[in-house]
């Protein structure tokens, strides 16, 4: 039986796989419990042959298990195997597509965006495609959820889809050969003209952005290839971007909290039935010599809580934003039925460094000490309405915009700038819509108005305030480093 542990999302999507616990010592089992069971099995067979209505049997045991989890805690769940795929796609973030992000818009299947480097975006898919037929089949009045089945499939298979670009009415049939697609979680602040991210946010002071929207399994490893991009390029200083990030894999966010810290202890677990687990930082690695804001809000839990908390106790970064979301719990994903099923069961919580605790309990104040506090003079709370509009920024700046060769002339569907200056289709200028989904994976998501610059973009003020402290401090290392400089030149 396969145990993962998990630092499981709060709020958006359960992200990837992680360490292994031994298997505990199973608690002696008391004569009552035969009759407790016995009194389950009677009450299905009740059901089963006597109730007015035909019920199928694994409705009703899969209901039972859901009632025995609804005594827990809300991050304990049973997988169904109609939901486990999903579960594990979203635990890997990897599967067989063709690598679009798809929606249903006013009864149509719309292309949001291709992902660089896959099938559809090497076939020439853009942003803003009407996808009319899947294999020969229309697409009108399809649900979101059956055109993803439709899409997905096997490695290696094939899919025609015949779409339709924005400002033409030709309909251009392509077959797309399915690859396994792999989902960044590493991403920049916008895209360079080749599609990749930019993370030099800061030309002129050197200062770099990396958002992680996930801790899956490869997250670490995008990310050092992030900042040894960044470090090539001498960045001064760095803004890590966790907002709205719900967490992950526990393991992946041990090892994006190592490469920052060089010693001391990152996290640590406690569970009932488990020994307490510890994880210490390793020198190798380390990226250092750089200040550091993180940003966090009310949708940072879990993983990313546990990075923030490490990064602000060992004083290797300030935390700027809004207390986050508060989920200090771990679950232990278990297999059911050979795989086919599976449960997801709260079995420690976690610690952070200072021992402080993070984790929101049920009748937890606002005055109690649980989750992310930002650093003292870094704290800015986005009204909801300003939220809204920064992800409906950052979602535009991920949409990868049609080339001008694919596009007709003066498409009237285009014309709207994103933050980042290039238009865009006008179904994606106000963000994706409740209900939206890439075809393979899991859709993205002070009472003064959001200020806007003199374009007309979006101004992140969270950003702003870690960029202005970002400067303070390299400001002051230039000021320290000038007496050395003086002192040297007389020598």
């Known amino acids: ?42 009450t299905i067979d009740q059901v089963e042959r006597n109730y007015i209505k035909d019920v199928d049997r694994r409705e009703l045991v899969e209901a039972a298990i859901r009632g025995v989890l609804s005594k827990l805690d809300g991050y304990s769940t049973y997988i169904s195997p109609e939901d486990i795929e999903r579960f594990r796609t979203s635990v890997e973030s990897e599967f067989g597509g063709i690598g679009i992000q798809i929606a249903v818009e006013e009864g149509q299947l719309k292309v949001l965006s ?101 801790f899956s399994s490869d997250t670490a490893r995008e990310l050092r290839k992030a900042l040894d991009e960044l470090r090539a390029a001498n960045m001064r200083a760095l803004v890590l971007d966790l907002r709205f990030n719900s967490g992950g894999l526990l393991s992946e966010a ?34 250092e010599g750089f200040p550091m804001a993180v940003l966090v809000n009310r949708y940072s839990a879990s993983a990313s809580e546990i990075v923030a908390a490490c990064l602000q106790d060992h004083k290797r970064a300030v935390i700027v934003g809004e207390r986050t979301w508060g989920k200090g719990s771990v679950q232990n994903v278990i297999d059911l039925e050979d795989g086919r099923s599976a449960l997801k069961l709260t079995t420690a919580i976690y610690c952070r460094p200072s021992g402080k605790n993070i984790h929101r309990f049920d009748d937890a104040k606002e005055s109690d000490q649980w989750g992310v506090q930002p650093d ?100 002051k290392a230039d000021t320290n480093s000038q007496p050395d400089m003086q002192r040297s030149k007389q020598d």
């Open 1 to 42: 039986m396969a145990r993962w542990l998990l630092a499981a999302a709060c709020v958006l999507v359960s992200l990837p796989v992680g360490d292994v616990f031994p298997a505990e010592a199973k608690p002696p089992v008391k004569d009552d419990y035969y009759e407790l069971y016995k009194l389950l099995v009677d």
């Open 114 to 214: 291709p992902l660089v480097g896959t099938p559809a975006y090497r076939a020439g898919i853009i942003a803003g495609d009407r996808i009319v037929e899947i294999d020969g089949k229309s697409t009108e009045g399809l649900t979101l959820d059956e055109a993803v089945r439709r899409l997905k499939g096997k490695e290696g298979t094939q899919v025609t889809l015949t779409v339709v670009h924005p400002g033409r009415k030709t309909k251009e049939t392509i077959t797309l050969t399915r690859e396994r697609i792999h989902v960044d979680t590493v991403l920049g602040d916008c895209r360079k003209a080749d599609d990749t991210w930019d993370y030099m946010l800061d030309a002129q002071r050197r200062i770099g952005y990396v958002r992680i929207t996930a």
């Open 254 to 287: 041990i090892e994006v909290a190592d490469l920052f810290i060089a010693q001391g202890r990152i996290v640590s677990t406690k569970g009932r039935n488990s020994p307490e687990r510890v994880w210490n930082a390793r020198k190798d690695g380390t990226y």
């Open 376 to 475: 003292e003079g870094l704290e800015l709370k986005l009204p909801d309405g300003e939220l809204l509009a920064l992800m409906e920024d950052r979602r535009r700046r991920d949409i990868v915009l049609p080339k001008p060769e694919k596009l007709a002339p003066q498409n009237p569907s285009l014309g709207q700038p994103t933050a980042t200056g290039q238009s865009a289709p006008a179904s994606q200028a106000v963000g994706a819509k409740p209900g939206n989904s890439p075809d393979d994976t899991t859709a993205q998501s002070s009472e003064s108005p959001p200020l806007k610059s003199n374009a007309g973009s979006f101004v992140d003020r969270q950003l702003q305030l870690a960029l202005k402290y970002l400067s303070t401090e390299l400001a």
